[in-house]
C-alpha cells in the first residue's frame, strides 16, 4: 500500500496541520505493515502556477522553453505520485479563508480529464474513487455552522466540492480551529485533532 504525504503550511516547525498531518501519518505506518510513504512539502517546493503554454503543451503542442519542459515533467511527476497513492494525507492550513496557493497548485496539478476525471454523457465522472484522502485542516477562528464567519469558511469546502469532483468518496477531514484565540484554546483544539488524526483507521 501507498501513501501520499503532503504539507502545504509556510510556518514550518510550528505549523499546526504539519503535527496533525504527520500523526496521521503515523497511525497509518503503525496499521499498514510495509506502507510506503512519499512525502512532498509544497510550501518548501512549490509548483509553479498553470501557463497557457503548459495547457497547449498539454494538448499536444510541442513545449518550446526549456522552463516548460521541466515544468510538465514535474507536472507528470505529481500527477503519477497521485494516481499511485492509495492514501493521500494533506496538512491544509486556512490562510485567508481558504487553502495555501501552493495547495491550489498542487491541486491544479491532479485535477486533470481523462486522468482523475472525465465528461461523460451524463457530466462529469470522477475517477480517483478509491483513494482514502485525509486532510488535516488547520485554522486560527471559528467557522462552524451557526458561527458568524461560516459563510468565510473557503478550505473545507473547496476540498471537499474539489475531492468530490474527482470521484473521492472516502474523505475525511480533521479540524483544529480556533488557534488563534488563545494558548488555552489552541492546546484543546490539537489534542482533540490529534486523537482524532490516532484514530484513524486505513479503509
Ligand atoms: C497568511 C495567513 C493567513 C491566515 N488567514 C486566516 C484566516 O483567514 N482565517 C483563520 O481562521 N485563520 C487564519 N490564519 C491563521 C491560521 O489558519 C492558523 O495560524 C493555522 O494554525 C495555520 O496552520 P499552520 O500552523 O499549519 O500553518 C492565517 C494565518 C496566516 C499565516
Known amino acids: 500500500m501507498r501513501l501520499l504525504h503532503l504539507d502545504s503550511s509556510i510556518l514550518g516547525a510550528n505549523s499546526a496541520s504539519r503535527q496533525l498531518s504527520a500523526a496521521a501519518v503515523e497511525r497509518f505506518r503503525k496499521q499498514v505493515p510495509g506502507l510506503e510513504v512519499a512525502y512532498r512539502d509544497l510550501a518548501a517546493a512549490p509548483l509553479s502556477h ?8 498539454g494538448q499536444g503542442a510541442t513545449p518550446e522553453s526549456p522552463a516548460i519542459q521541466k515544468d510538465l515533467a514535474a507536472s507528470q511527476a505529481v500527477l503519477e505520485e497521485f494516481l499511485a497513492a492509495d492514501i493521500v494525507v494533506i496538512g491544509a492550513p486556512m490562510y485567508n479563508f481558504t487553502l495555501p496557493s501552493q495547495l491550489k497548485a498542487w491541486i491544479d496539478r491532479i485535477v486533470v480529464a481523462g486522468k482523475t476525471f472525465r465528461y461523460g454523457a451524463g457530466g462529469a465522472e470522477g475517477l480517483a474513487g478509491s483513494k482514502h484522502v485525509v486532510v488535516a485542516v488547520s485554522r486560527g477562528g471559528f467557522y462552524g455552522a451557526g458561527t458568524p464567519a461560516a459563510a468565510m469558511e473557503h478550505l473545507e469546502t473547496y476540498l471537499r466540492g474539489v475531492f468530490g469532483f474527482i470521484g473521492v468518496t472516502n474523505l475525511e477531514i480533521i479540524v483544529a480551529e480556533g488557534l488563534m484565540v488563545g494558548a488555552e484554546q489552541r492546546e484543546k483544539a490539537m489534542q482533540g485533532a ?3 488524526a490516532t484514530s484513524l483507521r486505513a479503509a
Not at 498553470?50 to 503543451?57: D, N, P, Q, R
Open 194 to 196: 490529534l486523537q482524532t
Open 50 to 57: 498553470l501557463s497557457g503554454e503548459h495547457l497547449a503543451a
